[in-house]
């Protein structure tokens, strides 16, 4: 069955630091993959999706995502962390089954 | 404005008294579905539905119905609430057209309590 693991539950980056949100799936086919952020009493808003073709992905607010198909991958970047990203972020994978499976979130502190 | 809208985005109410959540898009699209998150558990899908009328158990769908009798509503039936219903729930919706590979988009949620 597919999976989605998000190994760090928490992460502290101080301001201006660079971040890596780590996410491995488990799936036996091509995944659609999604990284969703979540601030504090609000919904789920898109950051970026892959399908195909280019395995480095853009986003929104400056991030960045690279499909790794041989570590079954797909991480999280951002070159330099404001303030405004602490949130909770989920990595989801979309099957053929009209499923979203999602991993278990992780939260992003930032410091001052 | 494009959006999912959730109604009532918190409710605290006691157990066996029957409660609907409901859904709405402005969308038009196809595809809903409801998810329920806790703590350490990410989000789990409770229920779906590809279209009017057609709707699908998600992984966790004990103690839940919904129905789709119109393409923008999407409502969830909790008919005896538990106290192991108490969680914060999403609905979402998008276009059914090329499957899951379109992402989703996401209501601002529901928290209930159940006492």
């Known amino acids: 069955a597919q999976s989605v693991t998000q190994p760090d539950i928490h992460i502290t980056v101080s301001e201006g630091a660079s971040l890596e949100l780590r996410c491995n799936y488990s799936?036996?086919?091509?995944?659609?993959l999604f990284w969703y952020v979540q601030s504090p009493g609000q919904g789920l808003q898109l950051l970026l999706k892959y399908f195909s073709g280019d395995t480095l992905v853009q986003g929104i607010k400056g991030f960045e995502a690279e499909f790794k198909r041989s570590q079954s991958s797909f991480n999280l970047r951002k070159p330099s962390v404001h303030w405004s990203d602490a949130a909770e972020y989920f990595c989801?994978?979309?099957?053929?089954?009209?499923?979203?499976?999602f991993g278990t979130g992780t939260r992003l502190l930032v410091s001052p | 404005e494009a959006q999912v809208t959730q109604n009532p985005r918190y409710l605290i109410t006691v157990t066996g008294k029957k409660l609907t959540v409901t859904c709405s898009q402005n969308?038009?699209?196809?595809?809903m579905s409801w998810y329920r998150q806790d703590p350490g558990l990410g989000l789990r899908q409770i229920y779906y539905?590809?279209?009017?009328?057609?709707?699908d158990k998600g992984d966790v769908p004990e103690g839940y119905k919904v129905s789709r009798k119109e393409k923008r509503n999407f409502p969830l039936i909790l008919e005896s609430p538990s106290p192991n219903q108490t969680s914060l729930y999403f609905c979402a919706s998008r276009p059914q057209g090329q499957g899951s590979n379109q992402p989703q988009h996401f209501g601002d949620g529901t928290r209930l309590s159940i006492l």
């Open positions: 799936y036996g086919a091509t995944p659609y």
């Open positions: 989801a994978v979309g099957t053929g089954f009209q499923k979203l499976v």
């Open positions: 969308m038009n699209h196809e595809y």
């Open positions: 539905s590809m279209n009017v009328e057609v709707t």
